[in-house]
């Protein structure tokens, strides 16, 4: 079963990508087929995301004004790998400024932009945020820049950048910052993350 099913996919794929080769692409047709398989396998990055996967417990503190005492919460989170291991999937429950709040992440990495990609949605609002990172020499951090749009703030596409760090296997810390790439740039929301016993 498994053998017809990769057959199948190939011969698909095939169709693709003798159908849609950019113009002036010299690739022959098993060149192209390498590049699709390449840039659909589970590589390093991939299996490194697995560290995240679990129960968390989740201390969150936002800052509103920088100037002034983060407003503090507690949530939890389960992340989970998806679409056979290409992808970390999170699932957010807490609350935001007194209301039930639920979110959902995903984090990826693209073996043919060579880029990690993250994507939030929530209850909240009724946009995505996405953005697109590298990671650290020694991939315990990786940098995301993202926009999103805010109606606090009246503006489309505002900038922004989170930052995973991996502390240890039972610890990471998520950090989002505001006003990006300006003298105003600024920490505005952290969560420690906590594996549950």
Same mark, same amino acid.
């Given at each position: 079963?498994?053998?017809?099913?990769?057959?199948?996919?190939?011969?698909?794929?095939?169709?693709?990508?003798?159908?849609? #080769?950019?113009?002036?692409?010299?690739?022959?047709? /098993?060149?192209?087929?390498?590049?699709?398989?390449?840039?659909?396998?589970?590589?390093? /990055?991939?299996?490194?995301?697995?560290?995240?996967?679990? #129960? &968390?417990?989740?201390?969150?503190?936002?800052?509103?004004?920088?100037?002034?005492?983060?407003? /503090?919460?507690?949530?939890?989170?389960?992340?989970?790998?998806?679409?056979?291991?290409?992808?970390?999937?999170?699932?957010?429950?807490?609350?935001?400024?007194?209301?039930?709040?639920?979110?959902?992440?995903?984090?990826?990495?693209?073996?043919?932009?060579?880029?990690? &990609?993250?994507? &939030?949605?929530?209850?909240?609002?009724?946009?995505?945020?996405?953005?697109?990172?590298?990671?650290?020499?020694?991939?315990?951090?990786?940098?995301?820049?993202?926009?999103?749009?805010?109606?606090?703030?009246?503006?489309?596409?505002?900038? &922004?950048?989170?930052?995973?760090?991996?502390?240890?296997?039972?610890?990471?810390?998520?950090?989002?910052?505001?006003?990006?790439?300006?003298?105003?740039?600024?920490?505005?929301?952290?969560?420690?993350?906590?594996?549950?016993?």
């Amino acid at each position: 079963m498994k053998k017809f099913n990769l057959l199948v996919l190939a011969g698909v794929m095939s169709c693709f990508a003798v159908g849609f #080769a950019a113009e002036g692409d010299t690739r022959t047709q /098993e060149e192209i087929m390498k590049a699709c398989a390449d840039a659909g396998m589970v590589g390093p /990055e991939h299996m490194a995301m697995a560290k995240y996967v679990g #129960a &968390w417990d989740c201390a969150v503190k936002m800052w509103m004004d920088p100037t002034q005492p983060p407003m /503090e919460s507690k949530g939890s989170e389960v992340c989970e790998m998806a679409m056979g291991g290409r992808m970390c999937v999170g699932n957010f429950t807490g609350d935001m400024m007194g209301q039930p709040f639920h979110g959902q992440s995903q984090m990826g990495y693209s073996n043919f932009a060579k880029k990690y &990609w993250s994507t &939030w949605t929530d209850d909240m609002s009724t946009g995505m945020m996405y953005s697109e990172g590298t990671a650290s020499e020694d991939g315990k951090t990786i940098t995301f820049i993202g926009s999103y749009d805010d109606p606090m703030s009246n503006m489309m596409d505002k900038p &922004w950048k989170q930052v995973i760090t991996l502390v240890d296997d039972d610890h990471h810390v998520f950090a989002a910052y505001e006003h990006v790439g300006t003298p105003k740039e600024f920490k505005m929301m952290e969560i420690t993350y906590t594996r549950k016993k």
